[in-house]
């Protein structure tokens, strides 16, 4: 039974700066204005689920425990600024530049919606009443091919093509308040 709203989310480049291969607690540096963004969605009724390509653990850069250990990391610290971030997905596969069991053509990796499925059947997710935000044209395809209700495209991560894309909105990034509660209104009237 489908229950529940959820807010998408992909992790670098959205949830904290875009850094290559970022898999040390150290080296993370949350955006400004993550927690205010995250606090909205959970005023209204959203449940928020982390998405998030880690192909540096199947090219070997580093290990599944080393991002275990930063997810968990990440995830306290939400929870001190109260706020519970219902579950995290990732995807450690990549097609050609991965190594042994990583190296495949998964349905997890986005654009492939695998991920947000996942998180679907486990938490009983409406996602005609959800969002995806993400950095990357590929979030904005898997959330379009999962059936995400909106796909927002912010600008706090990778450089994009606004006149390419697919996202219905497109913000600076999750700090941008303003615009993310308007989203919401928005998603509030469908």
């Given at each position: 039974?489908?229950?529940?709203k ?12 875009e ?9 993370f ?8 963004a ?9 449940r ?14 580093y290990s ?18 109260g ?51 993400g950095?990357?044209e ?7 091919a ?45």
């Open positions: 039974m489908v229950t529940g959820a807010v998408f989310i992909d992790r670098d480049g959205v949830i904290n700066r850094k290559e291969y970022l898999h040390r607690i150290e080296d540096e949350f955006i400004d204005g993550v927690f205010d995250c606090r909205m969605f959970r005023d209204q009724g959203y928020i689920i982390i998405v998030t390509n880690q192909s540096g653990i199947g090219r070997g850069y599944e425990q080393e991002y275990a250990r930063l997810t968990e990391w990440m995830v306290a610290q939400f929870s001190g600024q706020i519970v971030i219902t579950d995290v997905f990732f995807c450690p596969h990549h097609p050609e530049r991965a190594e042994g069991e990583y190296r495949l053509a998964c349905d997890c990796r986005k654009p492939q919606p695998g991920m947000l499925l996942a998180a679907v059947q486990k938490h009983q997710i409406d996602l005609s009443r959800s969002l995806m935000f950095d990357k590929a979030d904005i395809q898997a959330g379009h999962a059936g995400v209700g909106k796909t927002v495209l912010v600008r706090s991560g990778h450089p994009i093509d606004e006149s390419a894309t697919a996202a219905e909105y497109i913000i600076d990034s999750l700090g941008e308040l303003d615009a993310v509660q308007q989203i919401l209104r928005r998603m509030d009237n469908v």
